[in-house]
């Protein structure tokens, strides 16, 4: 199975200030029709997972633009240009190239 | 809007069954894959089964294989999960989740605890 490493496991924040998470796969995530399958989700407290990012880069419809992804072969990083009170949550990396489709361990995000 | 609603979930015995339903809405179901995913109580989240629109698709986790069986009734709207032979390491809540290549949308989640 494809291993996703997050870092830092732990990312406290202050409000307006910017925020990185790393995310590292053991394996390449280019899919045989060239696209890259890693994803980002938010899980705030209490709720399901919500896709923040696809195939890299995207942003998915109503996540605000101040999320952004980025990365290739093996390494990707989500940031938030201003944490927002409402960013509180764990955050993770996902890849769907290879069956079967695996998270990163969670990132939690915190106000300081 | 795109809505998922899981159902199904609850306290069975180890070597017990369990059969978990997703309802859809707000989409053309029939369109889509569908996948499963479940994540133990304070734990990280696992894909385990993934099927096509037409069913002719399936996948399987290791951890689930020749235990548990997804299948759809497109005419339904809805998408199940058959679980057999529980053990205690398959609590957890499980979601299912709308999947255009990678899950999008996912229902709020069923609590299934594997408990004697």
């Known amino acids: 199975d494809v291993v996703m490493t997050q870092s830092p496991l732990s990312l406290p924040v202050t409000l307006g200030q910017p925020a990185s998470i790393s995310c590292r796969s053991s394996?390449?995530?280019?899919?045989?029709?060239?696209?890259?399958?890693l994803n980002w989700f938010q899980q705030r407290p209490g709720q399901s997972p919500r896709r923040l990012i696809y195939?890299?880069?995207n942003r998915d419809s109503g996540v605000p633009d101040r999320f952004s992804g980025s990365g290739s072969g093996t390494d990707f990083t989500l940031k938030i240009s201003r944490v927002e009170a409402e960013d509180v949550g764990v955050y993770y990396c996902?890849?769907?190239?290879?069956?079967?489709?695996?998270f990163g361990q969670g990132t939690k995000v915190e106000i300081k | 809007q795109v809505q998922l609603v899981e159902s199904g979930g609850g306290l069975v015995k180890p070597g017990g069954s369990l059969r978990l339903s997703c309802t859809a809405s707000?989409?053309?179901?029939?369109?889509?894959?569908m996948t499963w995913i479940r994540q133990a109580p304070g734990k990280g989240l696992e894909c385990i089964s993934y099927?096509?629109?037409?069913?002719?698709?399936?996948n399987y986790a290791d951890s689930v294989k020749g235990r548990f069986t997804i299948s759809r009734d497109n005419a339904k709207n809805s998408l199940f999960l058959q679980m057999n032979s529980l053990r205690a390491e398959d609590t957890a809540v499980y979601y299912c989740?709308?999947?255009?290549?990678?899950?999008?949308?996912w229902g709020q989640g069923t609590l299934v605890t594997v408990s004697s």
């Open positions: 394996q390449g995530l280019v899919y045989s029709n060239g696209n890259t399958y």
């Open positions: 195939t890299v880069s």
């Open positions: 707000g989409f053309t179901f029939s369109d889509y894959y």
């Open positions: 099927i096509s629109g037409t069913s002719s698709d399936t």
């Open positions: 996902m890849q769907a190239t290879h069956w079967p489709w695996t």
């Open positions: 989740a709308r999947t255009a290549r990678t899950p999008d949308s």
